[in-house]
Each structure stands twice: as structure tokens, then as C-alpha cells.
């Protein structure tokens, strides 16, 4: 197969005046060395976490674009309070897109790079919203026969993290989870695990149609934050269910404290559970998102048994190693069109990522609404 000489790839920059900038820019196309393979990019998801880096935290209510096809660029402002958190992207025209598939259309040396010419994979490394993108073989996740790019396209991100997120509870002895943001696509994803793998679930959402999706999927634990009874039914749950262990979604604001405290009081209603010091079990919350971005408010009413930290998917695998992730890598690839499926709200090209209205929408970060992105689509 032939490959043109050169391709088009999304680069984000954030001004030292105070606008964020997302652009197309050639590259050239790369030869791969022993252990790397040039995918030819078809599908491509756009998660939360792309959109913190894609966005730069500019006001995308105020964005605008500007010329047409390949040309065409979007611009939006950034507060200047906000720019001192940026400073170390300033005027750095960075690579984005986290994850996506597509074929092996050149490969390195190595055996196992060589084995996948090609084959449709899914991959993860960076720099994915482009035509090409050149990867290291080992961050390949080959499809089984049958499954499309745009199937495998969500392989990484949400499955693996959902996947991880059980993994984190039996690694540090918890034996069920709490969940924020609970009716998101990972959050259908851990469902469907936890019931697969009998792991009990306390699902928190805000609105009456999060909790008719998570009840449409036999979730058993639904909790409503918008609901007067919000803490106590949290507490019900949590006692019945054991969860000692929540992963928020939200990252500001109170609720990761209303979740300890809800433990603390679930604890309470056990026997010989306390201490002076109050309940023995170690209570803990992981901050994996940032759908709120205020500050982190911690009331401290739950004893001396807890934490509170952040949770990254690369670090945590990382530290399981690389058989734990070959298993949980092994599980997406044979369940990518089940306990993995993803729908999408719509397809994007390249450059619909770059209209100032199309940006609006997946800004919105709508619960039920995930945009794919199909880089070979004409631009």
C-alpha cells in the first residue's frame, strides 16, 4: 500500500495573550522503527479528559472559527486567572486524542510489530485526532476478526478504566465500589462488569434520566445527589453493600467528603465497628475527573481511617504491571461489543472538530452524548 508523503494532524496551543488555538498542521510521514507500526486512523472518541487538553480550560461559550477545510482554525479566550495554571503549555502546539483504531499500514522490524500489518487495532499513546499516527507496537490492541475500527475505536480509556477501577478494589482489600457520575458510558461499563463479576455498586447520579438509563442496565444501587434524601439513602446503600471504596468523577465541590461521611455513618450502624478515633475500616475516595472544577471541600467528620487522592489510569497500570494489564487488555478485545460497547451521538471529521458550534456541543460533556471522530472522512 502506498502512503502519501505527508498528513494532517489537530494541535492545540494555548497563547501567552490568552486564547486557546486549535489548528490542523502537515506532518510528515513517519518510517517506524523495530518496534513501532503507522496506523492509518479511522475512529477516534473524544473523552473528558481530551477535552481538558484540547480546550486548555478556555470559555468555549465565547469560541470562533475562522476559514475553511484544512485551513480552518478555532480560537476561544482564557481567562487570566485561569492562564498561571497554564504556563507550562504556553505556546507549546500540542498533539491530542488520547485513544483510537484503525489498520497497520507500516511496521517496524520486530516480530510482533510485523505481525500486525494489516490488522485493525486499537491504540493508545497520543496525537490520535490526525489521518496517521505512529505508535509503539506494544500500545496496540489487535480487534478480533469482525470487530470495526469504529468499534474498537473507545478500546482504552473507559474500558480500562473501568476495569482498573475493580481492579484498585480487591488490590487494596475493599470489596465493593461507589461511583460519581454513574450513568457516563465508563459508568455503564463498571455496571456491566460488576454484575458480570458480582461486585455490589452504589451508583450516584443528579438527574431522574441518569437513573432510568442505570435502571434500563439492572443497576441495583441508584442514588440521586439532586434529592432531599440524598445522604441518607447513600448511607443505606453503603451499609448494605460494604463499599468502602469510591472513585468521583467530579473531582470539586463536597461531594467526595459527603461520600466519607456516608461511610463513616454506614460504619456507625455496626456493632463494635468504632474506635475513639472513629471507625477502623479505612474509608477512600479517588479523584479520577474534573466535571466540577471547583475546590475540593473537605468537612473531616469521618474519624482518622480515611483518604482522599488522585487516581490516573496510566499509573495505576503501571503499578499492576504488565500482566494485569495483558488480562484486562484480553477481557475489551473479546467483550469490545458487549460489556465494552460504546454508541456515539454523532461523526465528526477533522474539521467539524473546529466548528465553533460543533465544539459547544461536546463541550457540554452530556450525559449520553459521545462524538467519534472519523479522520478519514473528507475535509
Not at 450516584?204 to 440521586?224: C, F, H, M, S, T
Not at 484486562?328 to 454523532?346: M, P
Request: proline share 4%; with cysteine; hydrophobic share 40%.
Amino acid at each position: 500500500m502506498s502512503l502519501p508523503s505527508n498528513y494532517l494532524q489537530m494541535r492545540s496551543t494555548v497563547t501567552a495573550d490568552g486564547e486557546l488555538k486549535m489548528n490542523l498542521v502537515e506532518k510528515e510521514m513517519p518510517t517506524p522503527k523495530d518496534n513501532q507500526v503507522v496506523i492509518r486512523i479511522e475512529a477516534t472518541p473524544i473523552n473528558p479528559s481530551d477535552i481538558a487538553v484540547m480546550l486548555g480550560l478556555s470559555d468555549s461559550s465565547k469560541a470562533s472559527s475562522t476559514g475553511d477545510g484544512a485551513d480552518r482554525v478555532l480560537t476561544a479566550p482564557i481567562a487570566p486567572q485561569i492562564m498561571p495554571a497554564l504556563k507550562a503549555r504556553i505556546d507549546q502546539a500540542l498533539p491530542i486524542g488520547n485513544e483510537g483504531a484503525g489498520v497497520v499500514v507500516a511496521a517496524g522490524a520486530s516480530d510482533y510489530a510485523q505481525s500486525l500489518m494489516g490488522k485493525t487495532v486499537a491504540a493508545m499513546g497520543g496525537g490520535m485526532y490526525a489521518q496517521y499516527q505512529i505508535v509503539d507496537a506494544m500500545n496496540c490492541l489487535p480487534l478480533l476478526e469482525g470487530n470495526t475500527a469504529k468499534e474498537g475505536a473507545s478500546s482504552f480509556v473507559n474500558p480500562l478504566t473501568a476495569l482498573s477501577m475493580v481492579e484498585t478494589m480487591r488490590m487494596e482489600g475493599h470489596t465493593a465500589l461507589v461511583h460519581t457520575a454513574a450513568a457516563s458510558n465508563l459508568g455503564q461499563m463498571l455496571n456491566r462488569i460488576c454484575q458480570a463479576d458480582g461486585v455490589e455498586l452504589v451508583n450516584i447520579v443528579r438527574k431522574d434520566e441518569q437513573e432510568q438509563i442505570l435502571r434500563d442496565l439492572g443497576a441495583k444501587y441508584i442514588i440521586n445527589s439532586s434529592k432531599d434524601t440524598f445522604m441518607k439513602d447513600l448511607v443505606d446503600a453503603i451499609h448494605e453493600t460494604g463499599a468502602t471504596l469510591a472513585f468521583d468523577a467530579t473531582g470539586g465541590g463536597h461531594l467526595a467528603s459527603n461520600i466519607l461521611s456516608a461511610m463513616e455513618a454506614a460504619a456507625a450502624r455496626t456493632p463494635g465497628a468504632y474506635s475513639i478515633y472513629g471507625s477502623v475500616k479505612h474509608k477512600q475516595v479517588y479523584l479520577y475527573g474534573g466535571l466540577d472544577t471547583s475546590q475540593t471541600t473537605l468537612s473531616r467528620g469521618y474519624g482518622m481511617a480515611w483518604g482522599v487522592g488522585g487516581w490516573l489510569l496510566p499509573n495505576f497500570l503501571a503499578k499492576a504491571g504488565m500482566e494485569v494489564a495483558v488480562r484486562l487488555r484480553s477481557r475489551v478485545a473479546k467483550e469490545l461489543t458487549t460489556t465494552f460497547a460504546s454508541s456515539y451521538t454523532d461523526e465528526l471529521s477533522l474539521t467539524d472538530m473546529l466548528d465553533a458550534d460543533t465544539v459547544r456541543r461536546y463541550d457540554a460533556k452530556k450525559t449520553g452524548e459521545k462524538f467519534l471522530v472519523c479522520p478519514q472522512m473528507p475535509i
